[in-house]
């Protein structure tokens, strides 16, 4: 889905993460589209960041979901955003250890980057956007799942495409994409695109 129009691209080829085993870890995959994302003023590429932002940084998130968590909610016309921070990562682990709380596959990994919004975040629909660094507009991550949006007491929690950058780079490397690649989330949820610039 791109720009404020969410325009559809088909994929030509997807390859997902070689350890996704129907489990929340390595929730990534990198599409090869049958054709390029025309440049506007609404689709850019974007960097990924040197390294995960230490815990009480600010990043952003963006995504098409749900304004309110409900079944029957309604999805916004327009892009949303809301501001987090990142969340310490033992923290986060901690907190999904609350089996009562959570389902059988919420086990926070070392491929994960949690966040805290404080009664905002992402919502259903969102799962496969972006979270990028305030600081200097770089990607961090993308949604992959919670138990609500916003949660007072669960962080949100993301893929971290900083550690899981070497296994971007192969596989857009292995399939021979030109100068950018696309990745998307691959749970179930997952519907959304974001361009890459990988060299």
Not at 109 to 123: D, L, R, S, Y
Request: with cysteine.
């Amino acid at each position: 889905m791109i720009g404020r129009h969410r325009d559809v691209v088909m994929p030509n080829m997807l390859t997902d993460k070689t350890k996704y085993n129907g489990s929340e870890a390595n929730d990534i995959a990198v599409l090869v589209l049958s054709s390029p994302i025309p440049r506007t003023n609404c689709t850019e590429t974007i960097d990924f960041a040197s390294e995960t932002p230490q815990a009480g940084s600010w990043a952003l998130t963006t995504g098409w979901g749900q304004i309110v968590d409900s079944i029957n909610g309604f999805y916004p016309e327009t892009l949303k955003g809301a501001y987090v921070l990142i969340e310490d990562h033992e923290s986060c682990r901690k907190a999904y250890d609350k089996k009562w709380a959570c389902g059988p596959n919420t086990t926070v990994t070392n491929e994960m980057v949690c966040v805290h919004g404080k009664n905002q975040g992402p919502c259903r629909g969102d799962s496969g956007g972006p979270l990028v660094s305030i600081s200097d507009k770089q990607l961090i991550g993308i949604t992959s799942w919670s138990v609500h949006c916003g949660h007072p007491y669960f962080p949100d929690v993301f893929t971290d495409v900083i550690v899981l950058k070497d296994w971007i780079l192969r596989t857009r490397n292995s399939v021979h994409v030109p100068s950018t690649a696309f990745f998307m989330n691959v749970g179930a949820h997952g519907n959304y695109t974001d361009e890459l610039k990988v060299g």
